[in-house]
């Protein structure tokens, strides 16, 4: 059952901008890493972007550096995924996740335990 709430999927043409907005309410403060991930039809589901909890310590995928950025608001509890110049390879469904676990890493959806519902970002060419 998904427990965190993702807004700011949409389809829009290659080159494009889209924000991602994830709440993660009543969790973030026992979180250590916040993270992105992303599946595609018929493919692994993989990492996009990891944040520490009240860090300026991040990654990011290869295929997304220097065009995706993740940021948290902690008076909103919020996780951000802003994505600039949008490509047809970033078609997927994206999903928040945080973990309360210590051996949390940036890319890895080991030990992330709660999971948002997903927002589908469509590219077209």
């Known amino acids: 059952q998904a427990q965190l709430m993702e807004s700011g999927g949409d389809s829009v043409q290659a080159g494009g901008s889209l924000r991602l907005s994830c709440s993660v309410s009543?969790?973030?403060?026992?979180?250590?890493?916040l993270a992105w991930f992303r599946q595609a039809p018929g493919k692994e589901r993989e990492g996009v972007a990891g944040?520490?909890?009240?860090?300026?310590?991040?990654d990011y995928a290869d295929s997304v550096k220097g065009r995706f950025t993740i940021s948290t608001n902690y008076d909103e509890r919020t996780v951000h995924l802003q994505m600039d110049n949008l490509k047809p390879d970033d078609t997927a469904m994206y999903y928040c996740?945080?973990?309360?676990?210590?051996?949390?890493?940036?890319?890895?959806?080991?030990?992330?335990?709660?999971w948002g519902q997903g927002t589908q970002v469509t590219v077209s060419a």
């Open positions: 996740a945080v973990s309360n676990d210590r051996r949390c890493t940036h890319l890895s959806d080991a030990y992330y335990n709660i």
């Open positions: 009543r969790y973030y403060y026992s979180t250590y890493c």
């Open positions: 944040i520490y909890t009240g860090s300026d310590n991040s």
